[in-house]
């Protein structure tokens, strides 16, 4: 029992001894650097290297030395409809997918393209939380009003029926070949086919725990591979 401290003190020394020898450099990137606000709600890097952060006021494009804005231009057609982005998500090589509070709207990074999903569904017209890339053809996208899922190529949606009423889908992510769906006040779902199944989470000496609101879910595998 005696050792446990000082071999805690010194895994401890060698994780921090690790961080110092990489050197590692942070840069700050703000408003005075170009960013169109400093309110940045979500950030990716596409498969050529950019960085691309979703704001309250636009999409910021950040190649290491400039920041390129892009917002709604009410009398341009052809801009963002929206400027407060909520994520974020590349699909394809000249696809990327950016959820709006009003909407999603596809995005192609090569030739710099808005490009509007015209739903015929009004429920997409809302706020959108979470997209994640099902497989080669399809995207599910969370959103405030459910859950949908997109043909890539087509740009059909079909939406998720859930056992609950009318589910606020807050977060996504694919664990072992698993769809996973975390959301607001319902707690956890399962994707099944077209169906969600509602997860019971079961906590051991933790039975006063509630975990209906959900708004991030991780796999600690992926780490473990790294």
Not at 80 to 85: K, N, Q, R, V, Y
Not at 143 to 155: A, C, H, P, V, Y
Not at 183 to 203: D, P, S
Not at 209 to 216: A, Q, T
Request: charged share 25%; glycine share 6%; net charge neutral.
């Amino acid at each position: 029992m005696k050792l446990k401290r000082p071999i805690g003190v010194f895994l401890f020394w060698l994780f921090f001894h690790s961080l110092y020898s990489q050197q590692l450099r942070f840069k700050q990137i703000t408003s005075e650097e170009g960013l169109s606000t400093n309110f940045v709600k979500c950030i990716m890097q596409d498969d050529r290297g950019f960085m691309w952060f979703g704001t309250q006021d636009g999409l910021n494009k950040y190649d290491g030395y400039q920041v390129k804005v892009f917002k709604n231009n009410p009398t341009d057609s052809s801009s963002i409809f929206c400027s407060d982005i909520t994520t974020l998500r590349q699909l394809r090589e000249d696809i990327i997918l950016i959820g709006t509070l009003e909407g999603l709207t596809f995005f192609n990074p090569v030739t710099e393209k808005f490009r509007h999903l015209n739903s015929t569904d009004a429920k997409m017209n809302c706020r959108i939380n979470a997209v994640i890339k099902q497989d080669e053809q399809h995207a599910l996208i969370g959103t405030e009003k459910g859950l949908f899922q997109l043909d890539i190529s087509s740009g059909k949606i079909t939406k998720t029926d859930f056992p609950a009423r009318e589910v606020n889908v807050k977060c996504l992510a694919l664990v072992n070949k698993q769809v996973l769906l975390g959301t607001y006040t319902e707690g956890l779902y399962r994707l099944k086919g077209q169906n969600a199944e509602k997860v019971e989470l079961l906590i051991p000496d933790y039975s006063e725990f509630k975990s209906e609101d959900i708004i991030s879910i991780t796999s600690i595998d992926q780490y473990g591979e790294k």
